[in-house]
């Protein structure tokens, strides 16, 4: 009889029971982020002063390839470095308070063991909620770690230990979670990262390619500038494979976790210029600038009407009949 409460008691709760860590290995992963996070930005300042000390200026000879290159580089780091910026410090967007049981509630559902009870109070909450989605059990899905009904698209993220709203991932380069308040500083950092590292690579050839041929002297800046190339263009592979996935998603209202599990609602998918509206925002002029501009709250989406696609579907299974009836 208990072992059948306790997993009744599952069923009430999202079907991430898998993803959770043990409470003893979280502070390890946190530190562990941290570590990466200073690694990378170790790495980053190394290529920022072999670019700009051992390339554009010990290397480059003509003042005005030096200059352009500069200006250029500079422009790209100073964005690339704003929408990491962004991404890392945003603290994730977490469910409003009116997601939470009530003191009453909370007592009650903990204490209590009847399935059926158990099942009333999420339900009677979860009537006056924009709640729609239930776990694989056909039960909403309550977190007992925060003690809140989850809203749409929502998960809890073993890492932050936090209900996060439209979780897309947990990045350990940024010992951050990526979700609803950072998606859009997310991506644009991956896109001024990879133009960043093309522009790089492509001048660290020419500088390489100098030195090959013999029309620089060997000097200390070789090895570097040799190295600088190599990074890049492993980063370009990289980040080129990672943008073109989450731009998959991005233009079909996917996330990261809803496209691995194979748990995404394609009603969420308003079309090309609306999903990219819904990441980017209305205004245009906002669009390329890492400051959040996303629409909506987070926790409740905007989705195609039903009887439209039911219309359409309809009307193309007729279309199909009579083709193939002539």
Not at 89 to 111: G, H, I
Not at 134 to 161: N, W
Not at 266 to 283: A, C, I, P, T, W
């Amino acid at each position: 009889m208990e072992k059948e409460e306790k997993d009744i008691r599952i069923d009430m709760n999202d079907e991430e029971e898998t993803d959770e860590i043990n409470a003893e290995d979280r502070p390890f992963i946190r530190r562990f982020g941290k570590i990466m996070l200073v690694l990378f930005i170790c790495l980053l300042a190394g290529c920022y002063y072999i670019f700009v000390v051992e390339l554009c200026i010990f290397t480059v000879q003509l003042l005005e390839a030096k200059i352009t290159f500069l200006v250029i580089f500079h422009l790209l780091f100073l964005l690339c470095v704003w929408s990491y910026l962004r991404t890392v410090m945003t603290p994730p967007a977490v469910p409003p308070a009116k997601f939470r049981l009530s003191e009453s509630d909370k007592q009650r559902y903990l204490s209590e063991r009847k399935p059926e009870v158990l099942q009333e109070i999420l339900v009677r909450m979860a009537k006056d909620l924009p709640i729609s989605t239930k776990d694989s059990k056909g039960a909403f899905r309550y977190c007992d770690i925060c003690q809140l009904l989850k809203p749409e698209r929502c998960h809890h993220c073993p890492v932050c230990d936090i209900c996060i709203l439209k979780l897309d991932h947990h990045c350990v380069f940024l010992n951050n979670c990526v979700g609803f308040s950072n998606y859009k500083s997310f991506l644009l950092c991956v896109v001024y990262a990879l133009l960043l590292c093309l522009f790089t690579s492509a001048v660290s050839l020419y500088g390489s390619i100098l030195f090959w041929t013999h029309q620089l002297p060997n000097t200390q800046s070789k090895v570097p500038i040799i190295v600088l190339f190599s990074l890049s263009t492993l980063c370009c592979v990289m980040l080129l494979l990672l943008l073109g996935i989450h731009c998959h998603w991005a233009v079909d209202n996917i996330t990261s976790r809803e496209g691995e599990s194979g748990t995404w609602n394609e009603r969420y998918d308003l079309g090309l210029s609306k999903n990219l509206r819904q990441v980017f925002g209305d205004e245009k002029k906002y669009w390329f600038l890492p400051v959040f501009s996303s629409l909506g709250d987070g926790y409740t989406f905007p989705m195609t009407d039903a009887t439209k696609d039911i219309e359409k579907n309809a009307a193309a299974v007729a279309k199909d009949i009579t083709e193939s009836q002539n």
